[in-house]
């Protein structure tokens, strides 16, 4: 592939045999979705013919009944193989088929029965229009059935909103007729809202704000109600004529005389009494406070609003002369849209018909791509269906093969040309990306627009034209897609391609502008910033919110006690700083003015003034003890380094001559084993020295951690069976990785592991565990110690310091500090934690470390 690269042929080739591939793809994809939808990969073929002559029939058939019902002898031109007959009846249970006097029509006169032929019943009224389309079965044209639909809605003027005092209820006053409204919301100074939902069983309106328990107390609610979910159940609720609610008067005479007797025998008004209960009428309001003449404000069916000012006070009962014309509708369904207009269904104009349609499917039908004979052609699409039915999967396979392989080769090649290695790039590729983008979808739009309005005008049976046209469009979307995706491969290529666009320029001008401001005023001035930034939303949002004079001036008193509070506070933590970035870098002897401070904060700064004394103190002793120690490593390692040398040349020189005494021989063997463990000494001096001053080189890779577990074991099975020690692993079930040297890392791992086999209690299990925490992966070493630690981890991790105070074991007391050099050299982090008896100590990484910790060695 890297020779053709560049290639501007191989280029063209590879264009040319993606968009192939994609035309074929996309009509073989079309054409086995259509197979599938049609059944074709899972049913025979006759059974497919059988399924689209049933088709055909229905629509010759539709034809047939159009023509029955227009009384007319002459109608579309129908097939020789359509054999049909026409009845007038709701079902065909009891009609003899073969009786011809059950048909309205019917052009046969074999015998049959039910299941010999396709039926299928069809309801139509005066209203419903049989829709001739242009076409054919090939071309998807035919006989098209229009419902004009069950039920006539018409719009009806509500010219008054009236709340009914005979029956307690709101109505909607159109024409001389009541229409009940479905919903009250109440708004309310003193409550907040109420919603009353009519009930049109009970002739009431329910209290959403309480709710029936199962004790049956009524309890507060505080669920939110769903308006347009209410109205419309309550609509359909709503059925046959309006009748007043007679069975409801008694109860609700018995609570007005309950309320009457109560409202005599004391000057203060009912209070909440009514409100308790589930089922109410607004007359049982009278008299409390919550009477309508206390309102403020009503929603309707959760979409007119309206004021109590603009009800009229209406009486329906036959006493009142005036309104003894208007009665309450006889309309069940009917509904309030979003301009206040009435709707009401007024229920179907014209009876429907019932025709019953008989066919006898074709059995021999021919094949002829110029018959306009629908049954013709239904059989000749079959046969050509099924002899292209594996052909297409095999097509839309190899195309997508092909197709990708071409697309990869593309953005691979794209940016390379011969005779230089660097990137090529085009005119598209010095445009903003994102505006390239947006170019490319408005493009897209615009192909796609302008093939979609000019197909809509194009007649069905111009099939092959569509096709063609549908191709070119496709060709075009594609081919801009393509150009927009080689550009994107080229600003990959090229590397950071997201700085290449207008939202990153202008992103970037503008942090680039408000860091230089950050970072050249003061810290009390970015206070002050913060605080008019905050300050101005703030008064926004009391202006918009609170529009009331008392809020705006209790907002401007607090802003003027709060600010030169905070503003004074600021000073002295501004001077709290200074004082912390003055010790802190380099001059301990800095003194903080703390005579105008209070409070924490004059307390605060006396003790960073006595931070200096003890600060001096422990530098001076611990670079004391550093370079005391560093010098006896260097000496001790330099001094003994070469006698022991001579020593273990020599005992290896008497290990090959031939001894014979047995006691001289232990002797030897024991030389041989002092000495090594006095070179390790030695190596281990030396080790720590280097790691402690950072003279070890360190190669950093991408290592995982759960191969060193595995290798633990296996290198530690024989030690920690010896020692009596159960080791326990648990780690993740997938991969992780860290970044580290791997000699270090596992000097680490030996050092610690080592140190648990010499002091950890026989018959224990050593726990190592290795987790993953938002990015950070840790290895943790557990264990009981056999010997009581009494001193610190602090004086554990320090040099030449074991556990065992009586040194019966061997070990110089330098592994968990080489080990923590070791750590730091590769960028992460040791912590030893000592508990009682409990001995644990946490290796550390970052998941991603890897750049943080090349930084952090170069930087050593």
Known sequence: MEKWKGSIMAKIIAWIVLSASALCFIFGAAGSVFM???????????DIRKQWFEQVSFQYGLSAIDDLRRERTEGMDTSPYFKYGIIKAESLDGIDLNDEKSYAVRNFSDKISIDDVYTNSVELSDEDQIVYTNGNFLTGGGVELMYSGDNSYVSIYADRICYDEAKGIFVYLAGNEYYPVQQIEV?????????FTYDAEKKMYWNEQTQTTDSGFMTDGTGEYDIAESTESSITDVSGEYVSAESTEEAITDVKENEKVAAESTEEPIKMDVLDQEYITFDMLDGTQWDVKNWDYLLLDGVRGISMDEIDRVDSSEKNAENADISYTTYGDYYLDGNYTLWVNMGQKTPKITYQL?????????????????????????????SMRYTALVVMFFSFIIGVAAFVFLMCAAGHRKGTDKIVTTVWDHMWFDVFAVLIVLAEVFIFYVAFMFLANIDIMYLPFILFVTAIASLCMGWLLLLFLLSFAVRVKLGKWWRHTLCYQICSKIRKFFHMIWENIGFLWKVILVMLVLAFLEGIAVLMFLNTGIAFFLW???KLILYPLILWYCVQLNQLKTGTEKIAGGEPGYQIGTKHMTGIFK??????????????????ERMKSERFKTELITNVSHDIKTPLTSIINYVDLLEKEDLHNETAQEYLEVLDRQSGRLKKLIEDLIEASKASTGNLPVHLEKLEAGIFMTQTVGEFEEKTKAAGLDLVIEKPDTPVYIMADSRHFWRVIDNLMNNICKYAQNGTRVYINLEVKEAQVSITFRNTSKYPLNISSEELMERFVRGDESRNTEGSGLGLSIANSLMDLMGGTFRLYVDGDLFKVVLGFAESAEKETKEKIEEL
Request: net charge negative; no cysteine; charged share 25%.
């Open 358 to 386: 008989i066919v006898l499917l074709p059995q021999n039908v021919g094949i002829d791509k110029n018959s306009t004979d629908w049954y013709v052609q239904a059989n000749t699409l079959l046969d050509f269906v099924y």
């Open 36 to 46: 599938i939808e049609e059944g074709v990969y899972n049913n025979s073929k006759d």
């Open 187 to 195: 708004e309310s100074e003193k409550s907040g809202n109420l919603i």
């Open 556 to 558: 401007l008193v607090e």
């Open 603 to 620: 307390e605060q700064g006396e003790q960073i003034n006595h931070i200096s004394d003890g600060m001096t103190h422990a530098i001076e």
